[in-house]
């Protein structure tokens, strides 16, 4: 029997679960917020990076002191500020 692992080879080249592989040209303008302690806030950068040369408008920020999955503890002081930088990103007028 045979199984496709996420880590596969194949998995790992599929522009589906890997975003950065994909051609991002005409994606809607994007916010990226990376945490500073977060061993992929680098993939992050280069994916911000890659929106920006494609012409997409993106806004990427790191939010001091956070750790991966700040979101997920919306009640303590990094996720609220990171729930505050996506509401005033909804909020700014449209380009």
Do not use: K
Not at 35 to 60: F, H, I, K, N
Not at 82 to 87: A, K, Q, T
Request: aromatic content about 6%.
């Amino acid at each position: 029997m045979s199984y496709n692992l996420a880590g596969s080879p194949a998995a790992l080249a599929d522009p589906h679960a890997f975003a950065g592989l994909a051609d991002p040209t005409g994606l809607p303008p994007t916010l990226i917020i990376n945490s500073e302690r977060d061993t992929l806030r680098a993939s992050g950068e280069r994916y911000a990076q890659q929106l920006s040369e494609a012409g997409v408008s993106v806004t990427c920020v790191t939010e001091p002191g956070s750790f991966h999955g700040q979101l997920n503890t919306p009640h303590e002081a990094t996720g609220i500020r990171s729930m505050r930088r996506v509401l005033d990103w909804l909020n700014q007028p449209a380009e």
